[in-house]
C-alpha cells in the first residue's frame, strides 16, 4: 500500500509497458559496480575485496557476470578501488563471449554515482543496466535483465529500478527505500518509518542523468533525483529469489536458502 501523499498527485500517467512476450533486445553493456570497501563483511575483507567472496563457491563479482553474460549482453564494465590488483586478475581469468572493460579507481573512490560517471566512455549503450556486485538473484519465470529491458520505455523513465518487496528481501535488515505507484512511478520512502519496496542494486538507466557531471564522489542517489523531478523514476517488481549478502553471517544464510532452490 503507498502511503498518502508519498507520490506527486494530479498527473495522469500511462500504465508502464510490459510486453512478456517480445523478444526485445536487450542494452549492450551493464556497469557492475565493485569498487567498495566492504566494511560490513570484515573480516572475510581485509585480505580481499567483497565481491570475490564466495557463496557456494562461486564469487559475487562472477555471479553478477554471469547474470550479464546469460541476458546476451555483450559487454560489461567493472570498476575497482580495494584490492584493485584482485579485481584485475579474477576478470582476466574469466572465459567466455563477454567481453570485461575495468575502470581503474585506484587514485580515488568515487562512490557509485562518481563511478558510473568516470565510466561512460566505457559504455556503448544507452540505457545501460548497473548492478550492485554484493547482491545476488534468481531469476523467475524469465530472465530479469531481460525482463528490465522487455519494460523500459524512453517516452516515460531515465531509470528504471529493480525492487524486491520487503517482505521477501532475504538479508536486508533495513526499512525499505521506495514506494511505487499503480503505475509504475516510484519515491523515496521519505519520513514514513516503513516502505514497501527495497531496492535491489539492479537497474536500467540512462546517460541523461549524468550529463554535466565531472568524475568526483557521489551517490546514485543525485542521479535518481533529476529522474525523481521529471517524473521519470521507475519501478520493477522482481519475480524471483533476491538476497542481500552483507555480512559474514549473511552468506551462510544464503547459502541455506539457495539449496532449497
Not at 517480445?22 to 573480516?43: E, H, I, S, T, Y
Request: with cysteine.
Amino acid at each position: 500500500m503507498i502511503k498518502t501523499g508519498t507520490m506527486k498527485k494530479g498527473i495522469a500517467r500511462p500504465q508502464l509497458a510490459i510486453r512478456p512476450h517480445v523478444d526485445v533486445a536487450v542494452p549492450g553493456c551493464a556497469m557492475v559496480l565493485a569498487a567498495g570497501l566492504g566494511k560490513r563483511m570484515r573480516p572475510l575483507t581485509a585480505t580481499r575485496p567483497k565481491p570475490l567472496v564466495e557463496v557456494a563457491g562461486r564469487t559475487l563479482l562472477d555471479r553478477a557476470l554471469d547474470r550479464v553474460e546469460a541476458a546476451g549482453i555483450s559487454a560489461a564494465v567493472v570498476n575497482a578501488h580495494y584490492f584493485a590488483d584482485q579485481i584485475d586478475a579474477a576478470l582476466a581469468a574469466r572465459k567466455g563471449p563477454l567481453s570485461i572493460r575495468p575502470s581503474d579507481e585506484r587514485a580515488m573512490l568515487l562512490e557509485t554515482g562518481g563511478g558510473v560517471t568516470k565510466a561512460l566512455p566505457l559504455i556503448d549503450a544507452d540505457p545501460f543496466y548497473v548492478i550492485n556486485a554484493d547482491n545476488l538473484w534468481v531469476d523467475g519465470s524469465a530472465d530479469t535483465l531481460r525482463l528490465l529491458a522487455q519494460r523500459w520505455n524512453p517516452e516515460q523513465m531515465d531509470a528504471l529500478l529493480l525492487l524486491v518487496p520487503l517482505a521477501r528481501a532475504n538479508g536486508y535488515e533495513g526499512r525499505g527505500d521506495f514506494h511505487m505507484d499503480p503505475h509504475g512511478v516510484i519515491a523515496p520512502r521519505g519520513e514514513v518509518r516503513i516502505a514497501p519496496f527495497v531496492f535491489s542494486g539492479v537497474q536500467l538507466i540512462s546517460k541523461a542523468l549524468f550529463e554535466g557531471e565531472t568524475p568526483e564522489p557521489f551517490s546514485m542517489w543525485r542521479a535518481w533525483n533529476k529522474a525523481l523531478a521529471r517524473g521519470r523514476l521507475y519501478g520493477a517488481v522482481h519475480q524471483g529469489l533476491w538476497f542481500h549478502v552483507g555480512t559474514p553471517a549473511s552468506i551462510g544464510e544464503t547459502e541455506s536458502l539457495l539449496a532449497e532452490v
